[in-house]
């Protein structure tokens, strides 16, 4: 062992000695090893490099400390060799940080993000989370680039599906619980770090195109899109990621006032700032630098710690620092943060991984099991005349391209999972109805064009039923696929009207990254089961609810539009000085009609004002019914809880989950507020017939917005509140804040 090496592991078993296990027990530990590296070996902490091929076509950079982390690799055998390089050859041995875009599962794949959102379970992604960490720190992965918490209220952004919905309060649960479970409530060795991202406002990208510019101005920042953040950062998330758009003709990646002033100023985060894949260079592009070393300076000068592959820290931070255009005590902060991460990793203690105890984890009975449920709860009914639940003995056509497409199940960002181990809805149902399933596809995938389907008519009427699989392939979701027209690509929506055709009943299920606007498709349809692209082990958890083993639960995370020309349509939004109040529409208008404003509301002519599904909304096999809504006081403190008690009752033959969802309503602020705010939700299972009384908490502080003043607090007036199966039900109460 290098003498250097040597002095460093002492200083290291030291300051563990004599400190304990605190957070100064942490930096105690980052100290010593800071105070040991030259310039070099600090800039190098700070890049991030993706990796492939040959373990030796990096093995002299990793060696000289040049290196910080890599990402993409997942041999757990070149894992373990790249660590050996770091550890065992570099001068102070110090680990590499190893990442991967882990989003929604490992191997083990689950709901994509926005199909999580969907089960409004906290405690259910949670699980799916740890899983994940499981299976990818078996492979030697330390750190995914997970959660997205970008508030996304354009379906025709392809991100959209990497993420929570539309609304801040589901979001922060959304995140909190994934931070918990990607990185555990105790720090080990199955702990992987997670990235909340893309900080911020990437999901207001304008016309929903990816990579563009946003415009949201302070207040909307601040109540809308930073709270999933903040959320995320009480929770424990050890890294955060830049973003690419920039907001108000600031980048992400250089904007001081978000990520020094608030990120670690305000909110005291001490993690890890990395830039998404070039953002720093992109700076450039924005015409926000006039080439890399400026883009250097301003990403430092920003609080970025660690450049994704631009090498523009290794590159020029050294000499700049040496021009004393940048400040050495500037990257001794940003190597802090890096060094942070991995002493609470355990990196310094564990470096290498069993590759044979890893390769045991992979696909655990226990990781599918979670994975299938996810799924089931995942799903959303939109639509049902009764045809379901599937009685036994009919016989069933299964169709369409999404029945039988096990790569396109898994949904976008699935790196490392394996369509040899998707169930697809064909294979659980044949499994589920032996015997009694016909198999005619109809279209071999969703962007396919046919004029006839003479094949699929003629099965179908062999049938007493018909299942179509409908939605869009993988990759026409995520990253860079937006899209302009939302509705049902290639012939799929000529198929469902054909099979409606021909007189027997027709269930739609459609597996999709995004809510598609669907309208014209309902009806040709006697039901529709809507299933954001659901992993694994979708197909199992599909034929469970086509079935009726399970009672449909999923509650839509965002508003399903009829027609892509209403984008953005969000239900938590401004009260206009116009509220539509059902005016006339575009078909009833007199010919000749005199030049008038009509209904002098805020509405489409030829659309109205109200989308197809609300948030929040989700039918089930039985009836749920709210009663008995009242609060324990007429007027509150700021320091108060409201105590929300009400009776739910399952008024159906069926045993079933509902999702009760609590709104408020600011009525008057020093700005104006949203027409309604999710406050609280709670997942409630009821056996038929059954009734019960449930008394939900909500914290009067939870109604603190920054006001015009730009202060945070909870102004004083009257407030509605709403407890609903979904955010446009349900009958208003009344209560007053002091």
């Given at each position: ?176 619980a994934m931070v918990y479970g990607y990185q555990g409530r105790t720090a080990d060795s199955t702990s992987m770090a997670a990235c909340i991202k893309h900080f911020v406002g990437y999901g207001a990208a304008e016309g929903g195109r990816d990579y563009n510019s946003t415009l949201i101005p302070e207040h909307l920042l601040r109540n ?515």
């Amino acid at each position: 062992m290098k003498t250097s090496r040597l002095v460093l592991l002492i200083a290291i078993i030291a300051a563990v000695v004599s400190c304990g296990q605190r957070k100064s027990d942490v930096d105690t530990r980052v100290e010593n090893i800071l105070r040991q590296m030259t310039l070099s070996e600090k800039i190098g902490q700070m890049n991030q490099i993706s990796v492939g091929g040959e373990v030796s076509n990096y093995a002299g950079a990793i060696r000289d400390g040049q290196v910080g982390s890599i990402l993409n690799e997942v041999d757990p055998v070149k894992v373990n060799e790249y660590q050996r390089l770091a550890v065992e050859e570099s001068r102070l041995g110090i680990p590499l940080l190893v990442a991967r875009d882990v989003i929604h599962g490992f191997h083990t794949i689950f709901p994509i993000p926005l199909g999580l959102a969907a089960t409004f379970d906290p405690q259910l992604v949670e699980e799916g989370a740890r899983v994940a960490a499981l299976e990818a720190t078996a492979q030697g992965v330390r750190w995914t680039f997970s959660p997205m918490l970008d508030i996304a209220r354009d379906p025709r952004w392809g991100r959209i599906a990497e993420g929570s919905g539309e609304d801040p309060y589901l979001d922060a649960r959304m995140a909190e619980a994934m931070v918990y479970g990607y990185q555990g409530r105790t720090a080990d060795s199955t702990s992987m770090a997670a990235c909340i991202k893309h900080f911020v406002g990437y999901g207001a990208a304008e016309g929903g195109r990816d990579y563009n510019s946003t415009l949201i101005p302070e207040h909307l920042l601040r109540n809308v899109y930073l709270p999933p953040f903040e959320a995320a950062v009480k929770a424990g998330a050890m890294t955060l990621m830049t973003s690419f758009n920039d907001n108000d003709g600031i980048p992400s990646t250089g904007n001081k006032y978000v990520v020094k002033d608030i990120l670690r100023g305000e909110w005291g985060f001490d993690g890890l700032v990395v830039t998404d894949w070039n953002s720093m260079g992109e700076m450039i592009n924005h015409g926000f630098a006039a080439d890399r070393p400026e883009a250097v300076k301003k990403a430092v000068a920003a609080g970025v710690d660690m450049d994704m592959m631009t090498y523009g820290f290794i590159g020029h931070l050294e000499e700049m620092v040496r021009r004393g255009e940048v400040k050495e005590s500037q990257i001794d902060a940003a190597v802090r943060d890096v060094l942070r991460v991995k002493v609470k990793l355990g990196l310094f203690e564990h470096p290498y991984i069993n590759i044979e105890e890893g390769a045991a984890v992979q696909y655990a009975p226990e990781h599918l099991a979670a994975a299938h449920k996810s799924a089931e709860e995942s799903a959303i009914l939109l639509k049902n005349d009764g045809v379901l639940p599937l009685k036994d003995g009919l016989r069933i056509l299964v169709t369409g391209p999404m029945a039988d497409a096990p790569h396109d199940q898994l949904g976008t960002w699935t790196f490392d999972g394996e369509k040899s181990h998707t169930v697809t809805p064909l294979k659980a149902l044949e499994e589920r109805f032996p015997g009694k399933v016909i198999y005619v596809p109809g279209l071999a995938y969703s962007r396919q064009e046919r004029d006839n389907f003479s094949d699929v008519v003629a099965a179908a009427r062999r049938a007493d039923v018909v299942l179509a699989f409908l939605g869009e392939e993988a990759i026409l979701s995520g990253e860079a696929h937006s899209l302009a027209d939302l509705n049902l690509i290639g012939s799929q929506s000529e198929l469902l009207k054909a099979l409606k055709a021909t007189g027997k009943p027709v269930v739609a299920t459609v597996m999709a990254g995004r809510p598609l606007t669907i309208e014209r498709d309902l009806e040709n349809c006697s039901a529709m089961l809507y299933s954001f692209h659901p992993g694994t082990m979708g197909g199992p958890a599909l034929a469970n609810l086509l079935a009726g083993d399970v009672n449909p639960s999923g509650k839509a995370p965002v508003t399903f539009l009829r027609t892509v020309g209403q984008a953005p349509m969000y239900y938590n939004h401004n009260m206009t000085g116009r509220p539509y109040s059902g005016e006339l529409l575009m078909k009833d208008i007199p010919l000749e009609a005199g030049q008038t404003s009509l209904g002098n509301t805020s509405y489409y002519l030829d659309y109205g004002a109200y989308p197809l599904f609300p948030f929040g909304f989700g039918l089930s096999y039985t009836t749920f019914s709210y009663s008995n809504i009242g609060l324990d006081k007429e007027e509150y403190k700021a320091n108060d809880t409201i105590s929300v008690t009400f009776t739910l009752a399952n008024t159906g033959s069926r045993e079933g989950t509902e999702v009760a969802q609590v709104y408020v309503r600011d009525l008057v602020g020093s700005i104006a507020r949203p027409v309604k705010e999710l406050k609280a939700f709670e997942r409630v299972s009821l056996a038929a017939g059954e009734s019960r009384t449930i008394t939900i908490g909500i914290p009067v502080s939870s109604l603190a917005f920054y006001g015009l003043d730009g202060k945070y607090g909870v102004e004083p007036g009257s407030f509605q509140l709403w407890v609903a199966g979904d955010s446009a039900s349900g009958e208003p109460v009344e209560f007053e804040v002091l």
